[in-house]
C-alpha cells in the first residue's frame, strides 16, 4: 500500500512538472508583464488622436485600431510589433510607473479629455494582475505623484512619432 501510495506521489511530481515547464514555454500572453500607455483626445481628427502601444519584456507595439478607450474596460486592440530600436527608446518607461499608482485600483483620475485636453491610458499587468487606469492630462486635477509619469508617457509618444 505504502508502495502504491510513493508510485501516484511520483506521477504526480512527474505530470506538475511537465505541465509548469509547458506554461513556461508556452505562457499565455494574459499572464505575462506588460505595460499598454497611450493618449487620446476626443474632440480630434487623424491619425494623432489615439495612439496606444504595448511594452512587454522584449518589445514594443502599436495599435493599428487606435480606437477610443472605454472607461470602464480594458484596451482590445490589434498590435502589431515595432523595431527593436523604437523598443529602445522607450523600454525603461516600465521602471518609472509609480508605486502610488500600482497600489490603487483600476478607474479614473481626475477628469480625462472633459476639457477637450485629451487622456492618457494606462495598463499594467504584473505577475498576472491587471489593473488599469483613464488619467487626466490636466496636471491641476492630478495628485502630484502622478506628474512626471505623466510627462514621461507623453515623451516616450513623442519619441515614438519622430
Known amino acids: 500500500m505504502m508502495e502504491t501510495n510513493r508510485i501516484y506521489f511520483i506521477i504526480a511530481v512527474v505530470v506538475s512538472l511537465l505541465a509548469s515547464s509547458f506554461v513556461a514555454k508556452n505562457g499565455s ?12 483626445y ?3 481628427e487623424g491619425s494623432e488622436c489615439v495612439q ?3 511594452l512587454d519584456n522584449n518589445s514594443l507595439y502599436k495599435d493599428k485600431n ?9 484596451y482590445s486592440g490589434r498590435f502589431e510589433k515595432l523595431s527593436d530600436k523604437k523598443y529602445k527608446q522607450v523600454c525603461s518607461i516600465t521602471a518609472e510607473i509609480p508605486q ?8 479614473i483620475i481626475g477628469q480625462p479629455d472633459e476639457g477637450d485636453w ?3 491610458y494606462i495598463e499594467y499587468s504584473d505577475k498576472g ?3 488599469f487606469w483613464i488619467i487626466d492630462k ?8 502622478l506628474h512626471p509619469f505623466v510627462d514621461d508617457v507623453e515623451e516616450a509618444i513623442k519619441l515614438l512619432n519622430k
Open 29 to 40: 500572453q494574459a499572464n505575462s508583464d506588460y505595460l499598454v500607455f497611450g493618449l487620446f
Open 42 to 44: 476626443g474632440e480630434c
Open 52 to 54: 496606444v502601444y504595448r
Open 66 to 74: 487606435s480606437h477610443y478607450p472605454s472607461f470602464y474596460s480594458f
Open 100 to 107: 502610488e499608482l500600482i497600489k490603487r485600483k483600476s478607474g
Open 118 to 120: 485629451g487622456g492618457l
Open 129 to 131: 494582475e491587471k489593473k
Open 138 to 145: 490636466n496636471k491641476t486635477n492630478l495628485p502630484k505623484y
